[in-house]
């Protein structure tokens, strides 16, 4: 006889490969008992004192690319009226944070303004984003992407600005005292000369320095301190700073290894159920990103809309926004699952083409439904019936947005040392995984193993190390083998230790 849980598993690989939608949407909650609902789910947003709901409003899709017979500020109204309370935005988005500034001006949000309430601000997490790494000097760095919509953006602290402008003030520069974002991202962080733009001065911070990256101006107008000559009012105008990421997941690790002082606490990142078919973000990044207790927003959980109707690239224009609940060949309710069961994401952002009175074809309603789901709401079985099901959309091709070659890839940086008189030192830096978790590190000296090291989450510069005696006679070779838990295996070059 099957118990309940056995026939739980069996409904839900069946709606997964169901080729119709009706049979999906017989699965769904009563959308009277969503109504009666007290309150939404939500979950620890790692160490920035919130509790997150487990949906989050995006700011694309009709936000940023409206079409004409829809109304953004509707939606971001109905997101509230619907109790979430985590809103995204950015610099990049168009018309997308002046959509949100008119919605706020709806609901009492815009300091200064008669029945401005402080209270119901305090509630929501607002997040925009920047994508112009450096805070002062030269824009023009090679392999450095500084981008801004308008001409109002030039610096980092420009971007800051106009963002609590068009979103609490005149869009023209003017932002009422008491206007805040409660994170500033830095936008899609792409690679190493990204990274370094964005680090520069941080650590040895000089006012009179020709250049300043963006960290250690968001961390003035964090703390309300002017160590960049840059915030001379001593402004307090974000609470947190973080990134975003869609591409490479090493990059990625590498910003938040080289944080010292724990000043990024948030991150942005894709994930969704062919992430594994990449460089995949779920067995790389995150893992990191957890370990140091950042609070952690997935995106692209379609895929950016390549799951159903859009194609494998970029959005830009309203035709590209996808306006329907699912599909008949693949049931939306499993993909948003997948994302929120991969450990370490505390919730989604996914922007919205259309509202509707009617719940069934809202997707509003309906992705904040299935978004009501536990950390381990899905076994591992069911986790890849859903890889399975999306991985023959668009010949799993999706990912447009992400490294497409992945897999376990050996340690790094591999190299060796003495350790006092009698002992050698082996030290080395995180290997990439692929479809499986790292577990272990061997260490093999010539045709023997000499240990081994747990794999836990690098998340600094510091790397893994082993000592071994040195031996007593002739020349020796190291390698360091990396293994998954899965069993395979990747190594490393042998080094020779006379």
Not at 412 to 441: C, L, M
Request: net charge positive; hydrophobic share 35%.
């Amino acid at each position: 006889m099957k118990t309940k849980q056995d026939k739980n598993v069996s409904r839900r690989r069946f709606i997964i490969t169901s080729a119709t939608a009706a049979v999906g949407m017989t699965l769904l909650p009563s959308m009277s008992a969503f109504k009666t609902r007290q309150s939404l789910m939500t979950r620890s947003f790692g160490r920035l004192n919130h509790e997150v709901t487990t949906f989050g409003m995006g700011g694309q899709a009709s936000i940023q690319w409206t079409p004409d017979d829809v109304d953004p500020v509707a939606i971001i109204l109905k997101a509230f009226d619907k109790k979430i309370n985590y809103f995204d935005t950015s610099n990049l988005y168009g018309p997308s944070q002046m959509n949100y500034g008119r919605a706020f001006r709806k609901i009492g949000l815009i300091p200064g303004l008669t029945g401005y309430n402080e209270g119901l601000r305090k509630s929501i997490f607002l997040t925009s984003k920047t994508h112009i790494r450096i805070a002062k000097g030269d824009l023009k760095v090679e392999g450095v992407g500084n981008w801004t919509n308008g001409e109002s953006g030039s610096h980092t602290i420009d971007d800051v600005k106009r963002s609590l402008s068009q979103i609490f003030g005149n869009g023209k520069g003017f932002y009422p005292e008491g206007a805040y974002l409660d994170m500033v991202l830095l936008h899609s962080i792409n690679n190493k000369a990204e990274v370094d733009a964005a680090y520069e001065g941080l650590y040895d911070t000089d006012s009179k320095a020709e250049r300043i990256g963006a960290l250690a101006a968001l961390r003035d107008y964090r703390d309300g301190t002017n160590l960049t000559g840059l915030n001379p009012k001593e402004e307090k105008l974000i609470r947190h700073i973080g990134f975003s990421g869609h591409y490479d997941a090493g990059v990625m690790m590498d910003l938040i290894q080289r944080d010292r002082d724990n000043l990024v606490e948030g991150m942005l990142v894709a994930i969704n159920a062919n992430d594994k078919l990449n460089f995949n973000m779920q067995n790389n990044v995150i893992p990191v990103a957890a370990a140091k207790n950042m609070g952690i927003i997935g995106m692209k959980v379609f895929a950016d809309g390549a799951m159903y109707t859009k194609g494998a690239h970029w959005s830009n224009q309203p035709s590209h926004v996808v306006r329907q609940v699912g599909s008949s060949d693949l049931p939306f309710r499993p993909l948003i699952e997948y994302s929120l069961t991969t450990p370490g994401i505390n919730t989604l952002i996914i922007g919205i083409g259309q509202i509707s009175d009617n719940p069934q074809e809202c997707q509003l309603t309906q992705n904040i439904e299935a978004a009501q789901i536990k950390p381990d709401g899905l076994s591992e079985a069911d986790r890849e019936s859903v890889e399975q099901a999306t991985a023959r959309v668009k010949e799993g091709k999706t990912n447009y947005f992400q490294i497409e070659k992945g897999g376990l890839t050996a340690a790094r940086n591999v190299k060796t040392g003495k350790a006092g008189s009698q002992h050698i030192r082996i030290t080395w830096d995180t290997a990439f995984a692929g479809s499986s978790p790292i577990e272990t590190y061997e260490i093999w000296r010539n045709d023997t193993k000499a240990g081994e090291v747990k794999h836990i989450p690098q998340t600094t510069q510091q790397p893994f190390a082993f000592e071994a005696p040195v031996a007593d006679t002739g020349k020796n070779e190291y390698k360091v083998v990396t293994v998954d838990r899965k069993g395979n295996r990747a190594e490393t070059e042998k080094i020779k230790v006379i």
